[in-house]
């Protein structure tokens, strides 16, 4: 079993993936638009505008798959209550990682060190998605 987050981009979700592949490296692995899906019964077309939104996209980040869509566009995406942690081998990674997730976001703690880890950091990016970045601290004997 896996859990995987599904982020809600509320009409950006676009621009988020072309920003995730730039500074996570995040790989496309699957990705509709409202356009492409099977008509079913009662549903009508599309809302004009809508039909290149994103339905439904799946990422590949390092391992991990997180998934995406444009949702409903009813206005500014809410990421609240949760964070994405991503787990990396050395300090530069984590720099150079965290310094992507900060370009347009909000720091909410610097990167440093802590005492579980060798680098900590939390940032919120610019579409709002809390993130902590984290190369945690050699495990003690």
Not at 6 to 35: S, T
Not at 67 to 73: H, I, N, P, T, Y
Not at 91 to 113: C, H, I, N, T, W
Request: contains cysteine.
């Amino acid at each position: 079993m896996q859990v995987q987050p599904y982020l809600v981009f509320e009409g950006r979700c676009e621009e988020a993936i072309e920003f995730y592949k730039k500074a996570l490296d995040a790989r496309v692995e699957m990705l509709m638009r409202f356009k492409d899906a099977p008509e079913q019964p009662g549903s009508g077309e599309c809302a004009p505008g809508v039909g290149d939104k994103i339905m439904h996209a799946s990422l590949k980040i390092g391992e991990a798959t997180v998934m995406a869509s444009d949702g409903r566009m009813q206005g500014k995406p809410a990421f609240q209550g949760f964070a994405l942690s991503l787990d990396l081998k050395n300090k530069e990674e984590a720099e150079r990682k965290f310094r992507a997730l900060s370009d347009g976001g909000q720091v909410q703690m610097p990167l440093g060190k802590t005492f579980f880890a060798t680098s900590f950091g939390m940032v919120a990016d610019r579409f709002g998605v809390p993130w902590m970045v984290i190369v945690p601290a050699p495990a003690r004997p």
